[in-house]
């Protein structure tokens, strides 16, 4: 029996013993299963459309939590009816993108999505949002650095919601076509503002990607605002994404940041080198059947684009039609020739060298806005030991040189000073959330900066 037949069984008799026996024998014992299973999600067959309604009105929520409970990761089960089931499409997708109702990219789903430490927490609270639109986290609020999946996570709670139910209106937009909707809406002309409202208000869930951009555009920010009351106390689900926290958002009204700090952040960090492997091993099922890329290519690539998925994703891309145009094997040759150029710079930077800890020094310094020299110096206002100490505890971590080394660094200090720091940095952050968003943040500047 595969896993995910195990987890039925299991689930099963649990309902067993939670329903009463018609119940479990007219709806659950039936089902079967497609055991197709996209990322966690799994797609279950019930006879008919009444049954499928019934389980997803009534039961959903008890079967997920049963479902979560019995194993380890995240998993969520996905009921549809017999005449629902599709065969898999035999032609592979191509790179064409393919626009959907609502204007969703149908290839930003769930099932896309390389799930990994930087990103689980968001994946699982989108997968929830997803299965119960308005009702778990309103508005659910995802941040992140550029290129780190932030559209494709709004997109996929989009298409998820649309895949169950294709009645529902999803709205797609980004905050800049917001802007400029609002903008002909002064226009004052009367069919633009029923233009507006068809567009903004009949809908069921909208996705507003990019909410930074409406810094500084404060008349369309009341709009929005007065929009966003509207849909919330309607119980339409509102989802957006931004570069910062919602603490952090600099001219944006603090009526809507602090409506956004009311529902639920969730952050997608710079994934690892392994689950960057995952994702680009995804990307090439995606793109070609014909081309293989080994292992060791993939790793290659993923070690040289560590802080944006955009561009690592970008550089595949650029790889396999490099291969097909010439017909060449993917060897680290034709690596070299189709990259070459953005790698040999990478390549430099890279090395570590001594100018990798001045970066470091540079890179705290400059976030907590203190001078270098006060950085490395002996003044001892908390102002400067926390970014000193963080400093201290980033070399460490990166490159795991002596506690003597790094002291030396710092106007000699001594390697009992330095230890101590390292240790109190570590220990903190794991009850400091500011202090963790500060260190992770500056981590990500680095490792952005260290591989450009
Ligand atoms: P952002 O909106 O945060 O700038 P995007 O959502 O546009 O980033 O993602 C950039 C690219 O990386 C997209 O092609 C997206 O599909 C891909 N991507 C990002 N995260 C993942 C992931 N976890 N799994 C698979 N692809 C991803
Ligand atoms: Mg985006």
Known sequence: MSPNSILWQTILKDLEKLYNEETYNELFLPVTSTFKDQNGLLTMVVANEFLKNRINKLYIAKINE???????????????????????????????????QGNLNSTYTFDSFVVGRSNMFAFRMAMKVADQPGAVANPFYIFGDVGLGKTHLMQAIGNYILDNDVEKRILYVKADNFIEDFVSLLSRNKNKTEEFNAKYKDIDVILVDDIQIMANASKTQMEFFKLFDYLYLNNKQIVITSDKPASQLTNIMPRLTTRFEAGLSVDIQVPDLEHRVSILKRKTLTLDADIEVSEDILTFIASQFSANIREMEGALIRLIS???????????????????????????????????????????????????????????????????????????????????????????????????ACEKVERDMKMDSNLKFAVDSIVKKLDSTLTK
Do not use: W
């Not at 380890?72 to 626009?99: G, M």
């Not at 150029?341 to 570590?352: D, F, G, P, R, W």
């Open 66 to 100: 049963l479902a979560t409970k019995h194993s380890n990761t995240p998993v969520r089960l996905k009921f549809i009816a017999q005449d629902e089931v599709v065969e898999e499409p035999t032609t592979d997708r191509k790179l064409t993108i393919d626009y959907r």
């Open 322 to 420: 490099y291969a097909q145009t010439f017909n060449l094997d993917i060897t680290m040759h034709v690596v070299e020739d189709a990259l070459g150029a953005v790698l040999k710079t990478k390549k430099k930077s890279n090395e570590l060298n001594e100018n990798n800890y001045d970066k470091i020094q540079s890179i705290v310094s400059d976030y907590f806005q203190v001078t270098l020299q006060d950085l490395i110096g002996k003044k001892r206002h908390t102002k400067y030991t926390l970014p000193r100490h963080i400093a201290m505890y980033l070399i460490k971590l990166k490159y795991n040189i002596p506690y003597k080394t790094i002291g030396s660094l710092f106007s000699d200090r001594d390697h009992s000073t330095v230890l101590a």
